[in-house]
DNA sequence: CTTTTCACG
DNA sequence: ACGTACGTGAAAAGT
């Protein structure tokens, strides 16, 4: 029988406290009108939302700590004392939590004399476990004691979104001791946070070990005299006492004198009108925006300002001037393919909408998007350049883009709808797509036209009016030149290249196709006999049993979910599982065969035989761009039997080759320039192998004969760490050393590299006091948990902001190469044409006779796109094929 | 619709 | 003690 109800039990105190201490460093951003912070709501908010739709609970209640004194007080007046005081800018939020609760439909409860703890525990441990899975959610760990086998207690990790689940099996696992020994642990080593004394000089790890000898406070107090004399025995002796009092502190109490039962707690949905009238009041404009009830679309419908537009059967020459804003509608997002089903273009007052044919087909229309002299304001400039690029129409004087204009001025904004966008830059006055057109398979045009209509129109207001909202904001951000001179030129270029496309011999892929499918079947067969039995060998759950469970292999490491079988782990496993060496090469191929020659056949274009791929220029964190349906960035080439896919790419002419440049160490380059490190430079300068050149300093080394090519991958290795922003952790993983040993590497090479310690420490420093960091060229990322509290959040921010700069001033020179590539292309009169960039690469098509030219010219613009304080160096070679320009 | 794995720089 | 190296996208399984 499955069980029909879920039981959500909310630790109302607690995970509010995690809230407000979760986006406490932006307690100033979370105001509402009035003044009233709104941090804990938000965050508040956004837990229960996001577990309302994990656990889909059929009863909810959150639990509140009634007061400050509970009957724990009565026999220890200290208890829950040396908590600094709640902050006023926290309770100030407490009342709204139950206006917020009612929204969601949420039940609430508390009791006074009593802690949520006390009420969760109690209803937790009556319900029938046969009717009732339970599913807890607080802050605090004491709460992991109420876990059974129908019970499973979440705790907040990463502020209050991201969970850990505790279930009995986990925690046996995590600390080999079972629930109710939690109480008993707290006995032991007590627990600052709440003020519970514990045994002095006893922590976790001790406690662990006298109860998995022992199994309870009273179990070590049994056999007291069984202990080596120690100082610990003498503590346990004297401090029995209150080792016994904080174990009773510690145990929730399961029969709290509550006056609800679980049936009063059914959960019905929310209450959208309330829910409404909150949001309204703390200015949560996006949750706002986003509740696509009917109720709330007929109550927006009237806040919602109208537009006035015209919508036209005829064109003419009086409609299109300067300063004029144009979108397209597409349902879906692939701007190559996808059919334009609605055109708009205006002013702030006046709007035109139009079907495409009419517009489309207009000289006028064509006139006035071909003229160069009169400016147009769009949302994604090259979306638009490539659609109109399909009817004939070279669309020029793109002045403004708000897409890429939002990006520069917060690289975290990477959504493509425009509402989204607009409400960003707090702009309310547009519909998402979603509302409009509905999503997934159901997109359609609505059947009253004139709402598509009318949405148009709200879109042409809205990139009119934030085109110059945006325009000034990026010139406060000292981003102006970034944006005209680098983002929207680059933007076109990609059009270009988008278009151009690149020729793929399918005939090739498809007689890959058939080689490996018959490997795949021998390599099958093999797995099944050494395995026993069949299964699904692209199932890691299924592989995950065969291997760990029938074949009884180690586990070596575990997911979320799971047994990990990811190649790290198979790979340990190699000498003693001759299994594994056939599943590592089914798996090798298996996804050659699906990604690469299955998925690119899927995406060419039938008549050209081409493939468009499409550059995300606004989603890269780095300012990098990315490449998707298909990605071309992520062509095998490291180990040969992938890199022959590169032989389907090939030049679309006869008598024309591929050629190919990319930069040499264009990250440790960039990275001698920003830390102006003066050995890091010399390396650069005097034209050294780099790695081999650090393994020299790192090793202390004379001659770089002597460098080993042990000892240069060593160097090679925390070359890397370095750019990614070093960790002895991570360091040492890569190396499989020990973390101490990494830490030693990392010591010397900053002791070799005194500039490049300097820089990481400035750099941190920095990203702490002004939120962001920036590249050469201005591009920011803000980085919102750097003076987090929280351990692995401020770590990666600080890693984050080591890295951001190397990697986004990489990527910023390679769009400038990319801009000048495309001028000189034209100045020079080549045929040559730019077709892929894979972040420090460029990728060509010419013909033979232009080759020699092209080695020339290409390294030379790319080598002075910029001008560092080290040189730059590309490396080039052509071919008949992407397989054979290397 | 999320998770896992794996391809690239 | 904590537990990740930085940046991406696609396919397949499983919920």
Same mark, same amino acid.
């Given at each position: 029988m499955t069980k029909k109800n879920k039981l959500l039990l909310i630790d109302g105190s607690s995970v509010a406290f995690r809230a407000f201490f979760a986006l406490h460093q932006q307690l100033e951003r979370f105001k509402n009108k009035s003044g009233l912070h709104t941090n804990a709501l938000y965050g508040f908010h956004n837990m229960i939302e996001s577990v309302l739709t994990k656990e889909k609970p059929s009863h909810v209640l959150v639990a509140f700590d009634a007061g400050k004194t509970t009957f724990r007080n009565e026999f220890f007046n200290e208890y829950k004392s040396g908590r600094s005081k709640t902050p006023n800018e926290f309770t100030e939020q407490m009342p709204y939590l139950r206006e917020l609760l009612d929204g969601f439909g949420i039940k609430h409860y508390e009791l006074s004399n009593y802690e949520a703890d006390d009420i969760i525990g109690t209803l937790s441990d009556t319900v029938d476990p046969a009717i009732f899975d339970v599913v807890i959610i607080s802050g605090d760990r004491d709460l992991t004691q109420l876990a059974k086998e129908n019970v499973r207690v979440d705790i907040t990790v990463k502020g209050v979104s991201e969970l850990k689940e505790y279930t009995i099996e986990s925690i046996a696992d995590e600390m080999g001791i079972k629930p109710k020994q939690i109480i008993d642990l707290k006995g032991l080593a007590g627990d600052t946070s709440d003020n519970i004394p514990g045994v002095t000089k006893i922590g976790e790890k001790t406690a662990l070990k006298l109860l998995k000898e022992y199994h309870s406070v009273e179990g070590v107090y049994e056999h007291i005299d069984e202990l080596k004399k120690s100082k610990m025995k003498e503590n346990l002796i004297n401090e029995k006492e209150v080792a016994f009092l904080s174990k009773r502190l510690a145990t929730i109490m399961l029969d709290t004198p509550i006056t609800i039962g679980v049936n009063d707690l059914a959960y019905n949905g929310p209450d959208i009108e309330k829910l409404v009238q909150f949001y309204k009041? &703390?200015? !949560?404009?996006?949750?706002? @925006?986003?509740? *696509?009830?009917?109720?709330?679309? +007929? $109550?927006? /419908?009237? #806040?919602?300002?109208?537009? $006035?537009? #015209?919508?036209v059967t005829e064109i003419i020459p009086e409609m299109f001037t300067d300063k004029t804003g144009l979108y397209l509608e597409m349902l879906t997002d692939n701007y190559h393919t996808s059919e334009i089903i609605s055109v708009g273009w205006g002013h702030e007052n006046h709007i035109y909408v139009s079907d495409p044919e009419i517009v489309l087909n207009s000289p006028y229309f064509k006139e006035w998007a071909q003229d160069a002299a009169l400016s147009k304001q769009v949302f994604d400039v090259k979306r638009t350049y490539v659609a109109l690029n399909r009817y004939g129409i070279e669309l020029k004087n793109s002045q403004f883009d708000i897409l890429l204009a939002s990006y520069i001025l917060n690289t975290k904004d990477n959504s493509k709808d425009l509402s989204e966008v607009a409400i960003e830059h707090d702009y309310y006055n547009v519909s998402p797509d979603e509302s409009i057109y509905g999503k997934g398979a159901k997109i359609h045009i609505p059947e009253d036209v004139s709402i598509m209509h009318e949405h148009i129109a709200h879109k042409i207001k809205a990139i009119v009016l934030l085109s110059e909202q945006l325009e000034r904001h990026l010139a406060q951000n000292n981003q102006t030149e970034l944006f005209y001179d680098m983002e929207l030129p680059l933007a076109m270029v990609l059009a270009k290249m988008e278009i151009s496309g690149i020729k793929v011999d399918a005939q090739r892929l498809r007689e890959m196709k058939v080689e490996f499918a018959e490997r795949l079947i021998g390599i099958e067969n093999r797995v099944y006999e050494l395995a026993g039995e069949t299964f699904n060998l692209n199932s890691p759950k299924q592989l995950g049993v065969i291997l760990f469970e029938k074949m009884g292999y180690p586990v070596i490491k575990k997911t979320k979910t799971g047994y990990s079988t990811a190649v790290d782990v198979l790979e340990q496993l190699r000498d003693q599982a001759p299994i594994v060496e056939d599943i590592l090469e089914y798996r090798q191929i298996a996804k050659l065969q699906s990604t690469y020659i299955e998925g690119l056949l899927k995406v060419i274009h039938g008549n050209s035989g081409k493939i468009h791929t499409r550059y995300m220029q606004t989603i890269a964190q780095t300012g990098r761009l990315s490449s998707i349906d298909p990605n071309l960035q992520n062509i095998p080439i490291r180990l040969e039997e992938g890199r022959k896919v590169r032989q389907a790419f090939v030049p679309s002419h006869e008598g024309w080759k591929i050629f190919a440049s990319d930069y040499s160490q264009i990250e440790l380059r960039v990275l001698a320039h920003i830390s102006d490190d003066d050995h890091l430079k010399e390396a650069f300068i005097e034209g050294q192998d780099i790695h081999a050149s650090t393994a020299m300093r790192v090793f202390g080394i004379e001659k770089q004969e002597d460098v080993t090519p042990a000892m240069r991958s060593q160097a090679k290795a925390v070359n890397f760490g370095i750019v990614y922003g070093i960790s002895d952790y991570g360091l040492s993983k890569n190396l499989d050393i020990s973390r101490k040993e990494a830490q030693l590497f990392i010591d010397t090479y900053f002791d070799k590299y005194p500039g490049v310690k300097i820089y990481m420490e400035d750099i941190v420093r920095e990203a702490k006091e002004k939120g962001y960091v920036e590249t050469l060229f201005h591009r920011r990322r803000y980085l919102p948990d750097i003076? @987090? =509290?929280? !351990?692995?959040? =401020? @770590? !990666? +921010?600080? =890693?984050? $902001?080591?890295?951001?700069?190397?990697?986004? @001033? %990489? $990527?910023?020179?390679? #769009?400038? %190469? &990319?801009? /000048?590539? *495309?001028? =000189?292309? /034209?100045?020079?009169?080549?045929? +040559?044409?730019m077709l892929l960039q894979v972040h420090d690469e460029l990728i060509f098509e010419a013909p033979e006779s232009e080759i020699p030219l092209l080695e020339k010219l290409v390294a030379e613009v790319m080598e002075n796109a910029v001008a560092l304080n080290v040189p730059l160096k590309v490396d080039s070679s052509s071919g008949d094929s992407w397989y054979d320009s290397k």
């Amino acid at each position: 029988m499955t069980k029909k109800n879920k039981l959500l039990l909310i630790d109302g105190s607690s995970v509010a406290f995690r809230a407000f201490f979760a986006l406490h460093q932006q307690l100033e951003r979370f105001k509402n009108k009035s003044g009233l912070h709104t941090n804990a709501l938000y965050g508040f908010h956004n837990m229960i939302e996001s577990v309302l739709t994990k656990e889909k609970p059929s009863h909810v209640l959150v639990a509140f700590d009634a007061g400050k004194t509970t009957f724990r007080n009565e026999f220890f007046n200290e208890y829950k004392s040396g908590r600094s005081k709640t902050p006023n800018e926290f309770t100030e939020q407490m009342p709204y939590l139950r206006e917020l609760l009612d929204g969601f439909g949420i039940k609430h409860y508390e009791l006074s004399n009593y802690e949520a703890d006390d009420i969760i525990g109690t209803l937790s441990d009556t319900v029938d476990p046969a009717i009732f899975d339970v599913v807890i959610i607080s802050g605090d760990r004491d709460l992991t004691q109420l876990a059974k086998e129908n019970v499973r207690v979440d705790i907040t990790v990463k502020g209050v979104s991201e969970l850990k689940e505790y279930t009995i099996e986990s925690i046996a696992d995590e600390m080999g001791i079972k629930p109710k020994q939690i109480i008993d642990l707290k006995g032991l080593a007590g627990d600052t946070s709440d003020n519970i004394p514990g045994v002095t000089k006893i922590g976790e790890k001790t406690a662990l070990k006298l109860l998995k000898e022992y199994h309870s406070v009273e179990g070590v107090y049994e056999h007291i005299d069984e202990l080596k004399k120690s100082k610990m025995k003498e503590n346990l002796i004297n401090e029995k006492e209150v080792a016994f009092l904080s174990k009773r502190l510690a145990t929730i109490m399961l029969d709290t004198p509550i006056t609800i039962g679980v049936n009063d707690l059914a959960y019905n949905g929310p209450d959208i009108e309330k829910l409404v009238q909150f949001y309204k009041e &703390m200015d !949560f404009k996006t949750h706002l @925006s986003k509740l *696509d009830t009917t109720e709330y679309d +007929a $109550a927006n /419908e009237e #806040k919602r300002e109208e537009v $006035a537009y #015209k919508f036209v059967t005829e064109i003419i020459p009086e409609m299109f001037t300067d300063k004029t804003g144009l979108y397209l509608e597409m349902l879906t997002d692939n701007y190559h393919t996808s059919e334009i089903i609605s055109v708009g273009w205006g002013h702030e007052n006046h709007i035109y909408v139009s079907d495409p044919e009419i517009v489309l087909n207009s000289p006028y229309f064509k006139e006035w998007a071909q003229d160069a002299a009169l400016s147009k304001q769009v949302f994604d400039v090259k979306r638009t350049y490539v659609a109109l690029n399909r009817y004939g129409i070279e669309l020029k004087n793109s002045q403004f883009d708000i897409l890429l204009a939002s990006y520069i001025l917060n690289t975290k904004d990477n959504s493509k709808d425009l509402s989204e966008v607009a409400i960003e830059h707090d702009y309310y006055n547009v519909s998402p797509d979603e509302s409009i057109y509905g999503k997934g398979a159901k997109i359609h045009i609505p059947e009253d036209v004139s709402i598509m209509h009318e949405h148009i129109a709200h879109k042409i207001k809205a990139i009119v009016l934030l085109s110059e909202q945006l325009e000034r904001h990026l010139a406060q951000n000292n981003q102006t030149e970034l944006f005209y001179d680098m983002e929207l030129p680059l933007a076109m270029v990609l059009a270009k290249m988008e278009i151009s496309g690149i020729k793929v011999d399918a005939q090739r892929l498809r007689e890959m196709k058939v080689e490996f499918a018959e490997r795949l079947i021998g390599i099958e067969n093999r797995v099944y006999e050494l395995a026993g039995e069949t299964f699904n060998l692209n199932s890691p759950k299924q592989l995950g049993v065969i291997l760990f469970e029938k074949m009884g292999y180690p586990v070596i490491k575990k997911t979320k979910t799971g047994y990990s079988t990811a190649v790290d782990v198979l790979e340990q496993l190699r000498d003693q599982a001759p299994i594994v060496e056939d599943i590592l090469e089914y798996r090798q191929i298996a996804k050659l065969q699906s990604t690469y020659i299955e998925g690119l056949l899927k995406v060419i274009h039938g008549n050209s035989g081409k493939i468009h791929t499409r550059y995300m220029q606004t989603i890269a964190q780095t300012g990098r761009l990315s490449s998707i349906d298909p990605n071309l960035q992520n062509i095998p080439i490291r180990l040969e039997e992938g890199r022959k896919v590169r032989q389907a790419f090939v030049p679309s002419h006869e008598g024309w080759k591929i050629f190919a440049s990319d930069y040499s160490q264009i990250e440790l380059r960039v990275l001698a320039h920003i830390s102006d490190d003066d050995h890091l430079k010399e390396a650069f300068i005097e034209g050294q192998d780099i790695h081999a050149s650090t393994a020299m300093r790192v090793f202390g080394i004379e001659k770089q004969e002597d460098v080993t090519p042990a000892m240069r991958s060593q160097a090679k290795a925390v070359n890397f760490g370095i750019v990614y922003g070093i960790s002895d952790y991570g360091l040492s993983k890569n190396l499989d050393i020990s973390r101490k040993e990494a830490q030693l590497f990392i010591d010397t090479y900053f002791d070799k590299y005194p500039g490049v310690k300097i820089y990481m420490e400035d750099i941190v420093r920095e990203a702490k006091e002004k939120g962001y960091v920036e590249t050469l060229f201005h591009r920011r990322r803000y980085l919102p948990d750097i003076n @987090s =509290r929280n !351990f692995n959040l =401020r @770590s !990666f +921010a600080e =890693r984050t $902001a080591m890295n951001t700069p190397i990697q986004g @001033s %990489a $990527a910023d020179i390679i #769009k400038v %190469a &990319m801009i /000048e590539m *495309d001028k =000189r292309l /034209e100045t020079e009169g080549l045929k +040559a044409t730019m077709l892929l960039q894979v972040h420090d690469e460029l990728i060509f098509e010419a013909p033979e006779s232009e080759i020699p030219l092209l080695e020339k010219l290409v390294a030379e613009v790319m080598e002075n796109a910029v001008a560092l304080n080290v040189p730059l160096k590309v490396d080039s070679s052509s071919g008949d094929s992407w397989y054979d320009s290397k």
